[in-house]
């Protein structure tokens, strides 16, 4: 059995069908082919999955695709507009918030939540508004920093053109 | 150009920040099938009969194997690479055949159209097992009625190895005015990477040829264990690629089985085909870090000087032996025990025991912790018992500066160092004589506040060939690196190095661009895919610096020899009158800065070939496999504070101070960056980290809602400086700096929750530190607020 779903992601509309199981991180993922938000966990502990649903942070993990239908969905991909970096994205080039880059995704949008309902956080703010985010390579202490120096990046930097992986 | 030494952003982050990495996981092709694996809900079982049916009939699937079907398939077994003398290594499938021997050995693999459709078919695979019983403690192992894991490995002792002079050692102990005991445990971890492992394969029937993509930090030993022991694909036919890879910390190094699976897979249903782990599917099958229980003495004169150590180290290998295992608990522990110190009478001595757990090898330190753990516990145990300051014992024994290299009574030659010059700094940067007075005065109100030390070495950037073959290395670990300078100018570096976050792609272009004199941006540093790359070791034990660097660095005065040569011959000078201008990226004649080529003209005569030397070869293009003379030996010195919520138990971080000495600094944000990463990791274990198995095999810690990995809130600022002592012996004088943090944070801060404890005659805990632990521990004693004891460095 499937169920056809409307979704509006990065401002574009994406219609399928699927089934009912199927997980709105896999419907990004492997039906629309948007695989910069990661899977790294089955529990929903880690965050590395984490996209805005109309305009909330959510673990696209934890919710179904049909659930998603008719939402507003920002991936990591839906960030940088017109060839500019979000000023959280440039804010993480700046200050080295990311080694291995697996977490960054979800790092980076929940940051955008974080920063939306206070207008000036603090370290200590950052830190806890992290809670729901695990970095195995960093220590956080970058990305802590990354988040709160995005506070006064200008938004508007030219992005780097994205270097193609070594596949 | 000046590149070396500076914070360059890193180039790697655009497709990072902006979700276009290259995961293996992200791979989509037309026709792709799906695996999921059957693995075993038992630690210990016989496989009576599995029945398949159900599981083929299901719509979707495409085929079911088992590991009769893989080895009737030519599967070979999974080689251990690490051989030292007498090492009984068991026999590993990539899915087991007679018994399961851990919770989540594979027992049958589904191959189907969607992910969902094969973790559906998985649960439709009936498998009788008849239930054995189990071992779990690494020293149980041997008892009489301990079952055996491998019926044809007695007493489930894999191997034993020692090292030291024992008379010594023993004179040591005679004479000592003190000796201080310890039996103690340090706990299984689980590496846990961010990026769950993922393979995928592509065979080509036509050709013949596999192309396996996997989440890997070697490639190229992948390939050849595949090509040699488990797939017997040649190497020509075989590439193999790890693109963008999310993280390792050791767990990554090692042939796994479904590196096998997956591709046999692709080829026998001629489609590509594409396995990636879950994180519970990870936790049982990853191979998993530490696990010792240790009996150890220290022997001490009054005054504090150290004179001997004596360590009894049972080490626990898991089910089998993972691809480097026994260099573990060997090469890397026991040869590491003298530390920062003098002391010349240490005797270590291990046994490699087989248990129904997942396998163990190397997690991020390897070894080393497990070493600075035992030796730099008993070091503050020590001071307390002599009521000496732990800074000052430590200070008495270090290895002067003047010394190096330091032969130690342990096969290592340290390399460099100034220790004093390392705490003074830690000390100062910390004022760690006002850590102390501010102690007393929290102690004075009953607050639990503890100061924890630690001073640790580690061996990094492995190692002369000559050296790991002696040690059980079935292979070299030189590194090789190729500059490739196309005709414009502009330049393709290849490594046989391979990043999974630590920048090599920014670091080996600052390397190659102060070698050449050109632009960074004129530089692209490719690595991790077999199709491009020459043959090279890869990355673990902080390696791709020294070596992988060291590498590039010869085959860029190679590329400056050449061009020399070109343009002595164009600007009809002498050779050795031509001088190579690093800053200006231009030959020049000496003397005369005007008589001149840039690199990009001599680069393009040397493929126009129209007027070379004579007899010189046309191309610009040198390649390089460095062997290192000697391992680089990094130190630290970390100072934490840390207060007990003595309601709790819990643990509050308060600060962390670490002075580091990795040698020369390539790229200081990315230094700084790997011993942020690397303290929080060892902060880890310390506090929070424990993959625990209940008496049946049962991994309780299977998932993240068990397994207990750090978080943002769970740590202060980090008050991070650093010393810098180069390594003699290459030519960027770097030292390794991606595991020093993880090596010095954990002992540091199960040193400051014991100091904290002190005045509650606490001796020793073991690791994980945690709030229901220290709390127990604290009713024991009685009541905590009013205990008041005297303790050094408190006045
Ligand atoms: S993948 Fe969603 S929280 Fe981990
Ligand atoms: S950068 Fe690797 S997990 Fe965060």
Known sequence: ?167 | MGYVGSSVKRVEDPRFIQGKASYVGNIIMPGMVHLAIKRSPYAHAKIKKINTKKAKALPGVVAVFTGQDLLDGGCGPLPCGWNVPDIKTPTRYALTVDKARHVGDGVAVVVAEDPYIAADAVELIDVSYQPLDVVIDARKTTELEAPLVHDDISENTSYEWALGDKAVCDKAFEEADHIVELDLTNQRLIPNAMEPRACVAQWTDTTEEMIVWTASQNPQLIRLLLSAYTLLIPEHRLRVISPDVGGGFGSKIFHYPEEVITPWVSRAVNRPAKWVATRSEASITDSQGRDHITVARMALKKDGEITGLHVSTWANMGAYLSTLAPLIPTALYITLLAGLYRMKGIWGEMWGTLTNTVPVDAYRGAGRPEASYLLERLVDIAAHELSIDPVEIRVKNFIGKDEFPYQTPLAFEYDSGDYHALFEKATSLADYAKMRTDQTDARDNGRLVGIGISGCIEASGPAPSAVAGSLGFALGLWESGVVRVHPTGKVTVLTGSHSHGQGHETTFAQIVADELGVPMTDIEVVHGDSGRIPFGMGTYGSRSASVGGSALVKSAEKIRAKLIKIAAHQLEAAEEDMVYDRAEGKVYVKGSPDKSKPFAELAFASYTAHNLPEGLDPGLEEISFYDPANFTFPNSAHIVQIEIDPETGEVELQRYVAVDDVGNVINPMIVEGQIQGGIAQGVGQALWEQGVYDESGQLLTGSLMEYALPRAASFPKFEIGRIETPSPHNPLGVKGAGEMGTIASTVAVANAVMDALAPLNIRHLDMPLTPDKIWSAMQKVGEAKTAKVEYFGGE
């Open chain 1, 1 to 167: 059995m499937t169920m056809p779903v409307s979704i509006t992601v990065n401002g574009t509309e994406t219609s399928h069908e699927v089934e009912p199981r199927l997980l709105l991180v896999h419907y990004l993922r492997d039906v629309i082919g948007l695989t910069g938000t990661n899977v790294g966990c089955d529990t929903s502990q880690c965050g590395s999955c984490t996209v805005l649903i109309d305009g909330l942070a959510v673990k696209s993990c934890t919710v179904l695709a049909v659930q998603g239908d008719g939402s507003d969905i920002t991936t990591i991909e839906g960030l940088a507009k017109n060839g500019e970096l979000h000023p959280i994205q440039q804010a993480f080039w700046d200050n080295h918030g990311l080694q291995c880059g697996f977490c960054t995704p979800g790092m980076i949008i929940t940051a955008t939540e974080i920063l939306k309902k206070n207008k000036k956080a603090t370290e200590q703010d950052v830190r806890h508004g992290l809670e729901g985010n695990i970095c195995r390579c960093t220590g956080y202490e970058n990305i802590v920093k990354s988040i709160v120096a995005a506070q006064s990046v200008a938004p508007a930097k030219k992005a780097g053109k994205a270097k193609k992986g070594t596949a």
